[in-house]
RNA sequence: UUCUCCCGG
């Protein structure tokens, strides 16, 4: 049965579904897990007629089987199947709440995500990484930093963060504008900073106006041999561009290049023109966008 | 062997 399953499991993976049932519907002695399996590449090919047919025959659906149904749902937008599926569902597990939660977030269900948060405590239920990296992802969305803040109170007191639960605190605060606490947890993480949190946090400082701030976290991030990406030179020369560093712009977009092969793209090019146009140099700026690569992909 | 992720934020 376990090696039936495995193959099965293969073909999931490979997104042949088509190949997946058919080993399905030839075996006699499936178990919750076959089941499970067969559900969820359903969902992840968005096909919830099927899940939802599998779903049904199941005798006895565990909570990986509702999970997987309620995520579905959630990810194809439909809430209310989804909210009502998690209603049903008899034994809700942590990750129920925080599929439905998630769904919410994605949706932009942001009041009903947090009204769901709530009421998870009032069971009991202490929010994990997941649940609290998705509410703060609707705190930096909707810009609210008071909630932001409480949230942050939350993750100390109950999880040890991880990484992207860091990047996201990071990014909650710099979309509220609370430059100086996005600063605060970015320096807390002293050595495990990623090329994504370097990311946030310069990010924060340019779309805030603060560009020779983001010119020498851009510095340190370099002596510290982190990698830059296109993302954070689109930060970088949007802080030149802001900022008026008309040079400065210039040598580090050629220093992308040149120094980092990173292939420039449309963000990039936009705020070399804003730099230069905004100099009374239109002609080099239409020089620019004329020799602009048209991107393929 | 199956459930929380579309985005590097």
């Given at each position: 049965v376990v090696s039936w399953n495995s193959m099965i499991m293969s073909y999931v993976k490979a997104k042949n579904m088509a190949s997946a049932s058919e080993l399905f519907n030839e075996m006699?002695?499936?178990?919750t897990f076959t089941w499970n399996t067969m559900i969820s590449g359903y969902v992840s090919a968005s096909d919830m007629e099927s899940a939802m047919k599998l779903f049904s025959e199941m005798k006895i659906p565990d909570s990986l089987s509702w999970n997987s149904i309620i995520s579905g749902f959630a990810q194809a937008g439909k809430m209310k199947l989804a909210l009502d599926f998690f209603q049903r569902m008899p034994q809700k597990t942590q990750v129920s709440w925080n599929t439905v939660i998630a769904g919410y977030e994605k949706n932009g269900g942001f009041k009903q995500a947090m009204e769901l948060f709530f009421h998870m405590q009032a069971e009991g239920r202490k929010p994990d990484r997941h649940t609290l990296s998705s509410i703060l992802s609707i705190c930096a969305e909707s810009a609210d930093q008071h909630t932001g803040m409480q949230m942050h109170q939350l993750v100390s007191k109950l999880v040890i963060p991880d990484i992207p639960l860091y990047n996201s605190l990071i990014t909650m605060y710099a979309r509220c504008g609370a430059i100086y606490e996005a600063r605060a947890v970015f320096d807390e993480m002293k050595p495990q900073k990623n090329v994504i949190s370097w990311n946030a946090m310069i990010g924060g400082y340019a779309s805030h106006g603060f560009a020779r701030e983001a010119l020498k976290l851009f510095e340190s991030m370099k002596c510290c041999k982190m990698k830059p990406t296109y993302i954070t030179f689109i930060s970088v020369l949007s802080a030149c561009a802001h900022g008026g560093l008309v040079e400065e712009g210039r040598s580090y977009f050629k220093s992308m290049v040149e120094d980092f092969g990173i292939k420039p793209r449309v963000e990039h090019f936009s705020s070399l023109v804003d730099l230069v146009g905004r100099h009374g140099k239109l002609e080099e700026a239409m020089e620019i966008i004329r020799s602009m690569p048209i991107e393929p992909d």
């Open positions: 006699e002695n499936r178990d």
